[in-house]
């Protein structure tokens, strides 16, 4: 699996999702400016990690979507490039229109650091493949705008064509208001696109990648990967 | 010619800044605030002299940027 990791002004967790990726598929990924227009040849997976793009000025991840680079990302996705956006990401995949929706302030006003559950929705993807359906997994989340939503006819739409890849839950794996950090519409914690192969989530899987930090629930969706595109 | 752009929400998009805001106006003493909803202006200096060709460069700016259509509404207003 060749990786790169696009790297805006104010990315911060470009590192961790390089470990990530290392420690799965026991490559380096490249990491690629936010004003580069081209990336790397034979780019498998694009990674928009989180952190704070610009700022975040405007709207979480308004600028970055249109920086020199995601003329390349959108061209990737087109061919059926794979693409992640976690977090900060996610929230770039949405202003991009990469994926439908959007990540408004958390209901609670407040930035949300903890672990949270998820219940795989769906294990139809690259991302998910390896993990069991319906599973509930532990990693974190750190967002102050990761509230999704989406009007009702598009929420139907992802969830008539299994587009929902996380929800939150709790730790029994029951979907309630409560559960979800941020008050995201229907608990939705990741979506992927009509194709499968760009996924937004907003918790953090390669912050959960070694026993020695709390778990490796996370670890399994960098293995589905390095295993589907070997 | 200046363009004045304000950007709020879609009705039935929930503003939790807006709740905060009526709920501090209330412990103020501001009574009889219903709701608040908040929303963002900005402003703009434009080369653009001819009020229509204005109107539609605004309007593309507010499509691409400005606003996001999924969420949000906009007004343009030039002075």
Not at chain 1, 102 to 121: G, I, P, Q, T
Not at chain 2, 25 to 47: N, P, T, Y
Request: proline share 4%; glycine share 12%; hydrophobic share 40%.
């Amino acid at each position: 699996m060749k990786a790169a990791v696009v790297v805006f002004p104010g990315s911060n967790r470009e590192r961790d999702v390089a470990l990530a990726l290392k420690r799965a598929s026991y490559t380096n990924p490249a990491y690629v400016w936010h004003g580069d227009t081209e990336l790397p040849a034979g780019t498998d997976l694009v990674v928009l990690p989180g952190g704070f793009s610009y700022g975040d000025y405007l709207r979480c991840g308004a600028m970055a979507s249109l920086s020199p680079v995601m003329r390349a990302v959108k061209d990737h996705a087109a061919r059926g490039g794979y693409v992640i956006g976690i977090c900060n990401g996610f929230q770039i995949l949405a202003e991009t229109g990469l994926v439908p929706g959007v990540l408004m302030r958390n209901a609670s006003l407040r930035f949300v650091c903890r672990d949270v559950h998820l219940k795989v929705e769906t294990t139809n993807s690259a991302y998910t493949g390896g993990y069991q359906p319906g599973q509930v997994i532990r990693v974190p989340v750190a967002h102050a705008e990761g509230n999704y939503f989406a009007d009702g006819e598009t929420l139907n739409r992802l969830e008539g064509e299994d587009r929902v890849a996380f929800r939150y839950c709790t730790e029994a794996g029951e979907i309630t208001p409560e559960a979800s950090p941020n008050g995201a519409i229907r608990n939705i914690a990741g979506v992927l696109n009509e194709k499968r192969n760009v996924l937004g989530m907003m918790p953090h899987p390669e912050n959960m990648t070694e026993a020695v930090v709390g778990g490796t629930d996370g670890a399994i969706l960098f293995d589905s990967l390095a295993k589907a595109l070997a | 010619m200046k363009a004045r752009v304000h950007v709020t929400l879609k009705h039935g998009v929930l503003d939790p800044q807006g709740k905060a805001i009526a709920h501090a106006l209330g412990s103020l003493g501001f009574g009889g605030v219903e709701d608040v909803r908040q929303g963002k202006f900005l402003e703009l200096e434009l080369a653009e002299t001819d009020a229509g060709k204005a109107r539609e460069q605004v309007k593309a700016m507010c499509e691409k940027l400005l606003a996001n259509t999924v969420i949000e509404n906009y007004t343009i207003e030039l002075l």
